[in-house]
């Protein structure tokens, strides 16, 4: 079983940047399919990154050009720079894992049974 822990959340103003990170314990780190969800208030829990054990990645319209998401199999971290942040981007961010799947299609790991806690990200006009 995967175990996630998110942090890196936090208050910038529009235009400001913020990395996530993810840690995960319970697997080795260099297997399966991870990626990064988010859910404002009132909200569904929206895809915005995925990264296969490949290192291919799948995007949101939303976030393309201005997220970027990575992994150190090694440390066993997931990471989302979030860059040119709008008040749109407010939102939980969790992260999901899937020991079981190679590929970020064609859900973007929609059906992920291992979630964090969630890390808050808010941004100001």
């Known amino acids: 079983q995967v175990q996630l822990h998110e942090s890196g959340g936090g208050s910038v103003q529009a235009g400001g940047s913020l990395r996530l990170s993810c840690t995960a314990s319970?697997?080795?780190?260099?297997?399966?399919?991870m990626a990064w969800f988010r859910q404002a208030p009132g909200k569904e829990r929206e895809g915005v990154a995925c990264?296969?054990?490949?290192?291919?990645?799948l995007y949101t319209d939303s976030v393309k050009g201005r997220f970027i998401v990575s992994r150190d199999p090694a440390k066993k971290i997931l990471y989302l720079q979030m860059n040119s942040l709008q008040p749109v981007d407010t939102a939980m961010y969790y992260c999901?894992?899937?020991?079981?799947?190679?590929?970020?299609?064609?859900?973007?790991?929609?059906?992920?049974?291992?979630w964090g806690q969630g890390t808050q990200v808010t941004v100001s006009p």
């Open positions: 999901a894992a899937d020991t079981s799947r190679s590929n970020c299609l064609p859900d973007g790991l929609k059906g992920a049974r291992n």
């Open positions: 319970g697997y080795a780190g260099s297997r399966g399919t």
């Open positions: 990264i296969n054990p490949f290192s291919r990645t």
